[in-house]
């Protein structure tokens, strides 16, 4: 008997990727130490990025102390004005060798770092994930994207909803203005520059009817990227909303990017 068609591809890809290691071994994501297979962490730098486990808010995913009780708890901010989508993940905090990744990906042209995040991003959204979940990322305003030439949010729930074999809508927002810079603007500014800012794109909302939805960013500091994100599609006729970050400012560390 033959070997059958896929398996005689799969083999043909491992050995094509064994004889590549052997040119260019496999390299830390973070550093030029020597790893095990591609996209991955040294142990150093494993150490070095903050990924987030134990209690942390259901809604917004920021850590909290304590022990887990069982059951949903909020962080204070969350408690005092409630964000407009239900639940939010984040994979990592925001700092040490998870800046470093974040900046990568969003300033560097490192596109793989997103291929690394997606099993990350996939273990953060575990509690997120319901039946006929649409995936979507938070957009960018044309300028920007013809200037960056891709859309880093977009590679991230790309690599999510295929590891996770979920519905993937990579245009479902669109921004309609250019918002300015986050940057030095307190929690009320940010959220009152993006007032207004995402909408439903008019052709992709048959997609979104009375479905589950969650929007992937690559960080959350305030929420008010999020929370206008999560506005719009509930206005376009969303069930509920669930948010996705790879990585959480968290409240000692309000580092704008």
């Known amino acids: 008997m033959g070997?059958?068609?896929?398996?005689?591809?799969?083999?043909?890809?491992?050995?094509?990727?064994a004889a590549l290691h052997l040119?260019?071994?496999?390299?830390?994501?973070?550093?030029?130490?020597?790893?095990?297979?591609?996209?991955?962490?040294?142990?150093a730098c494993w150490r070095d990025t903050p990924f987030l486990g134990g209690l942390v808010c259901d809604a917004c995913g920021l850590p909290l102390p304590g022990e887990d009780p069982g059951g949903p708890v909020h962080c204070d901010d969350?408690?005092?004005?409630?964000?407009?989508?239900?639940?939010?993940?984040?994979?990592?905090?925001?700092?040490?060798?998870?800046?470093?990744?974040?900046?990568?990906?969003?300033?560097?042209?490192?596109?793989?770092?997103?291929?690394?995040?997606?099993?990350?991003?996939?273990?953060?959204?575990?509690?997120?994930?319901?039946?006929?979940?649409?995936?979507?990322?938070?957009?960018l305003h044309w300028t920007r994207l013809l200037a960056r030439r891709y859309n880093q949010a977009a590679l991230l729930s790309a690599g999510l909803a295929r590891l996770a074999r979920l519905e993937h809508c990579p245009d479902l927002l669109v921004r309609r203005?250019?918002?300015?810079?986050?940057d030095g603007r307190s929690r009320a500014g940010r959220f009152a520059n993006m007032e207004g800012a995402l909408a439903l794109h008019p052709r992709r909302a048959a997609r979104l009817?009375?479905?589950?939805?969650?929007?992937?960013?690559?960080?959350?500091?305030?929420?008010?990227?999020?929370?206008?994100?999560?506005?719009?599609?509930l206005d376009g006729g969303a069930r509920s909303v669930a948010v996705l970050a790879l990585a959480r400012v968290a409240k000692d560390g309000w580092a704008a990017i």
């Open 177 to 182: 203005r250019s918002t300015r810079t986050q």
């Open 78 to 139: 969350c408690l005092a004005a409630r964000p407009a989508w239900g639940r939010g993940r984040a994979a990592m905090l925001y700092r040490d060798n998870a800046r470093r990744i974040v900046l990568a990906l969003k300033h560097g042209d490192r596109h793989d770092m997103a291929r690394a995040a997606a099993p990350w991003l996939a273990r953060a959204a575990r509690p997120l994930i319901v039946p006929d979940l649409l995936v979507a990322p938070v957009p």
């Open 209 to 233: 009817g009375g479905r589950a939805v969650l929007i992937v960013d690559d960080v959350m500091t305030s929420g008010a990227t999020l929370h206008a994100a999560a506005g719009a599609c």
């Open 3 to 17: 070997i059958p068609v896929q398996g005689a591809a799969r083999a043909a890809r491992a050995g094509w990727q």
């Open 23 to 43: 040119v260019y071994p496999p390299q830390c994501l973070t550093c030029d130490a020597a790893v095990a297979s591609d996209f991955g962490l040294c142990g």
